[in-house]
């Protein structure tokens, strides 16, 4: 299990998210990867600092989320590394934990003419949650519904580029604070990379779901 952080607010994204990745770095990890709002995905096996020279300075938008991968299912390769996405690129996922019922999911959705790209059992979190999504509605709504069809633990945060002003977080057995700023939130999955942020922390419970806009 590795590290998540996310922002949503008013500044650029990227120095929180890239501190935030360097924060959880002692926690061991083999990936790492961002997506910001409207901007899109950049991925790298290897260090964090890998990520960090790759970033062209335009790579900047007021909302992202970003994420260092412990491989549990699928080798610490770039193309399972996370942010993974749903087929139509629309929703994008970061992940701690392990989805166990990935294999009969992914047979499901590949039933239903679903294309994979990873090997992870997060991609499948990532095309359930597309899947929901397509036939309409808010993302907090497909992100609840998909859950309901997974067993296994998850911190995660979910954004898409349809509703690109927010991000839902939700968990189960895996840890996810909310740092609250002013007309900003602060996403991590332990209390480190926000400590330089704000002393306003939210613990998410079990079973609870939050949606994040700047307001
Ligand atoms: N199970 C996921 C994967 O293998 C997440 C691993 C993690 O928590 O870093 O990609």
Redesign the pocket.
Known sequence: ???IVGYIGKKNATPFLMEGLRALEYRG?DSAGIYLSGRGVMKRAGKVEKLATALPEEFRATAGIA????????PPIER???P?SDASGTVWIV?????ENHAELRDALAKEGVAFSSD???EVLAQLIGNYYAKGGLLEKAVSRALRDVRGTYGIAVMSEREPDKIVVARLG?PLLLGIGSHEYYIASDATPLLSRTRKVVYLEDGELAVLTKD
């Open positions: 299990m590795c590290g990890y994420h260092t991968r412990w491989a549990t299912h699928g399972n590394a996370h993974h992940h701690n934990g392990i989805v992870t059992d997060t895996s």
